[in-house]
């Protein structure tokens, strides 16, 4: 092919949260990176968002969020992808998430978790790693 | 996920949504496994599905019309897919991907298949994919399936090629009722629509394309797809004109864009072997031209030396 992406990764927002800046940042960020985004926009449910990242075979969800809800709508969204037999999708998460909850998260399956001032090579690195260990294990 | 055809195939027939996304994923890579599940595919292809091809200048209002029209196809209890293209970036290679962001009222209906798919700097070979994967969606039950690109580029208007019959959508105030005619759009669709009827400015828009779709003997939509009006008249002109063209036309039609898919394979197959012989072929002196046909004899393709163009002396 002429031109192969890294992967293709799916950001979005679940829950009511509507700022959207940060989430639309990564996803430029990550198509400057060689990626392909899927990006599913605000106000998204867990269902919605597992069901887009099976239908789009995706390598990574990235979900951004900033209302707080986080501990309550990133597990929900891991639920949802268990439940459409995508549970081997790794799942990104970031926002204004206090760091004394970024490892419950990580306990309940969130691959990263990402907060405010995180320098954005740190949260590409990731997306790669986790893309690429995606792929390597569906080869 | 298995990477076994027979399995997969079976996945897609059996409207597995993870098997139809894993196929047209193999497709889109190149992975040598794509091959017998397409054939495989081809040996019982589904009749009477349609394709509608949807194009246009961006902010046209291309996906929220796609989503209204698989409201009103779901309405008829049809299972619908949905390609929906978007460039890539020929720096990066990656690509953003934000039709499907106008479709997400249907995300949780197992009845709609939606795929965001980039160009990936493809020069034909987007054909080939894009096809591929209307197949795929074909065979698992959708008709119709609707293939939305953004008409500026040649590879975009070659997907438009694939479909059955193409909507060109126009929307007053972008300037690009003028660009589209330039670019060879409105010879390309079958129904031109006229989005955004709401606007003040959308009827001056109707009106000076009434004159070029009466021409061409075209049909002239106008919608809203803001609020659905237009849609289900837009529908029902959908399946006039699909039902008014001779049987045979669109059995033409069909064989030509077949044959216009396996170009684009052909090209995207032979380009990895030229890309690699090219480079041992170390730097390339001389006339571009006269370099490619050297390079093609070396690859081995000699029969084709008496339809190549002569060069100049």
């Known amino acids: 092919m002429s031109q192969q992406p890294h992967g293709r990764v799916l950001i979005g927002k679940p829950g009511l949260d509507g700022h959207d800046r940060g989430a639309k940042f990564i996803a430029r960020a990550l198509r400057d990176a060689g990626f392909e985004v899927i990006y599913t ?45 995508a549970k081997d999708i790794p799942v990104i998460g970031g926002g204004v998430i206090p760091e004394e909850d970024v490892p419950a998260l990580k306990e309940k399956g969130v691959r990263a978790v990402f907060t405010p001032g995180t320098p954005l090579q740190d949260i590409l690195d990731a997306f790669h790693r986790a893309v690429d260990e995606h792929r390597s294990h569906r080869s | 996920m298995t990477l076994d055809p027979t399995k997969l195939i079976d996945g897609i027939r059996r409207r597995d949504p993870r098997a139809i996304a894993r196929a047209i994923s193999l497709v889109e890579d190149c992975h040598p496994a794509a091959e017998p599940l397409l054939a495989a595919l081809d040996d019982a292809p589904p009749q009477g599905v349609i394709t509608v091809g949807i194009t246009g200048p961006g902010g046209a209002g291309k996906s929220t019309l796609t989503q209204r029209l698989i409201g009103h196809y779901r309405s008829e209890e049809r299972r619908v897919g949905v390609v ?36 990936r700097g493809r020069i034909g070979g987007l054909c080939a994919a ?40 126009l ?28 606007r003040a400015d959308a009827e001056a828009l109707a009106m000076e394309m009434e004159p070029v779709a009466r021409e061409r ?68 002196k001389g006339d571009p031209r006269v370099v490619a046909r050297l390079l093609l004899e070396t690859v081995g393709c000699q029969n084709l030396k008496a339809s190549l163009p002569k060069e100049t002396q």
């Open chain 2, 130 to 169: 894009a096809g591929a994967a209307v197949r795929i969606m074909a065979a698992s039950g959708c008709n119709p399936v609707i293939v939305e690109t953004v008409g500026v580029g040649q590879a975009e208007i070659d997907v438009a090629r694939l479909a059955d019959l193409t909507l060109l959508v």
């Open chain 2, 171 to 198: 929307a007053p105030g972008l300037g690009d009722d003028i660009q589209a005619m330039k670019a060879g759009l409105v010879e390309l669709a079958d129904i031109l629509v006229v989005n955004k009827s709401d």
């Open chain 2, 217 to 284: 003997e075209r049909r002239l939509c106008r919608t809203c797809a803001a609020d659905g009006r237009g849609v289900p008249e837009l529908a029902r002109t959908i399946e006039e004109t699909h039902c008014a063209g001779p049987e045979g036309g669109l059995q033409a039609r069909r064989d030509r864009c077949r044959q216009a898919e396996v170009l684009d394979w052909a090209v995207e197959l032979l380009r990895p072997r030229l890309r690699e012989t090219l480079q041992t072929m170390g730097a390339a």
């Open chain 1, 41 to 85: 926009g605000i106000r998204r449910t867990a269902e919605e968002i597992a069901a887009a990242a099976v239908q789009e075979d995706v390598d990574a969800v990235g979900l951004s969020l900033l209302s707080g809800a986080h501990n309550e709508l990133f597990p929900a969204v891991l639920d949802a992808l268990g439940q459409a037999g």
């Open chain 2, 84 to 119: 929906a293209i978007d460039p890539s970036s020929p720096i990066s290679g990656g690509a953003l991907l934000g039709d499907r962001v106008r479709m997400m009222h249907h995300a949780l209906d197992p009845q709609v298949v939606i795929r965001s798919m980039a160009t």
